[in-house]
């Protein structure tokens, strides 16, 4: 996703730099710039941006917008106080991370910074270094960023109402259909819901996101886990469970085709994102005194096989 966002937002004329994690795709982006391709995988254009390891990011830039598109793997502490070091005070962050617990880890270690929460439905495929396939158009909704530890929710300093609405210009004139969200909350959860019961099963099951719907066995699996996350989502700030479940199989329909993240992770040897998705479940569920015997046993499946 931060590929995809760099190449729109470059290719719209506005100053873009990513910061890498290793020195290695930065010299190929500073070198190459970004291939944007579409779903079908014709290359659009080359995007030329800028690019740097973070470690050699440039400090104390004015008014910067940070969006951050990491796997929560990838925010490790190192790198967050990374971030701290270069971030002036009235730099704004914006993460896309799926599941939850990235905000609390990024206000605790880059404290003082804004921070907009953001949901997409846009689909990326990063298929190089340098390369992404924009693989599905969606939207993207912007909105305050909440807190989920403990019993009860709360939000981190947000933006300027001028900045955020600045944000939304920048990204509407990248080509994107962004939306102002007041209600983050449920957006988060709604997303974690689909993705705590797709991501696991996929991973376990070693099936694309669409085989999930091919046998009454999967479906029932699906049906225990989803019905036990949004009991304990409901407890959580989720405000009704109306059309959730269709949602989740008509997602399942539209990505059919799709391998979860957690399962190109699961079988490519890497860390996954279990304990912001399942494992924040699990952890959500015990604060308010629930049980959550699915999501623990799945972190637990997830866990043997990534060797976690």
């Excluded at 029932?220 to 269709?246: A, D, K, V, Y």
């Amino acid at each position: 996703m931060g590929l995809l966002l760099a190449a729109r937002i470059g290719a719209a004329g506005f100053g873009t730099s990513v910061w890498t994690r290793t020195r290695e795709q930065a010299h190929l982006l500073a070198e190459q710039g970004i291939l944007l391709k579409d779903a079908q995988g014709t290359a659009i254009r080359r995007v030329s941006v800028q690019a740097a390891p973070i470690e050699e990011a440039p400090a104390n830039i004015d008014g910067l917008i940070v969006f951050n598109a990491l796997k929560q793997t990838g925010l490790t502490e190192p790198l967050l106080r990374q971030l701290d070091s270069v971030l002036a005070k009235n730099a704004a962050i914006v993460s896309f991370c799926n599941g939850i617990g990235h905000i609390e880890r990024i206000a605790a270690a880059v404290p003082g910074r804004p921070q907009l929460a953001a949901v997409t439905t846009e689909g990326a495929l990063r298929t190089g270094p340098a390369e992404v396939m924009h693989t599905g158009t969606g939207g993207i909704w912007l909105g305050r960023a909440p807190l989920f530890e403990g019993t009860s929710s709360d939000y981190v300093q947000m933006p300027t109402e001028d900045r955020i609405k600045g944000m939304a210009n920048v990204v509407r004139e990248a080509g994107f259909s962004i939306f102002l969200s007041n209600n983050m909350t449920e957006r988060i959860l709604r997303k974690l819901l689909v993705n705590s019961v797709i991501n696991p099963l996929t991973a376990v099951l070693r099936v694309r996101n669409g085989e999930l719907l091919a046998t009454e066995d999967r479906l029932r699996l699906m049906r225990s886990l989803f019905e036990e996350t949004l009991s304990i989502l409901q407890r959580s700030g989720l405000p009704s469970s109306e059309g959730l479940w269709e949602e989740l199989l008509d997602v399942c329909a539209r990505t059919a085709r799709n391998e979860s993240s957690m399962l190109q992770d699961v079988r490519n040897g890497r860390a996954t994102e279990i304990e912001a998705i399942n494992g924040a479940v699990a952890r959500l569920a015990a604060d308010r005194g629930l049980p959550a015997p699915r999501n623990e046993t799945m972190a637990g499946l997830i866990r043997s096989l990534s060797g976690e």
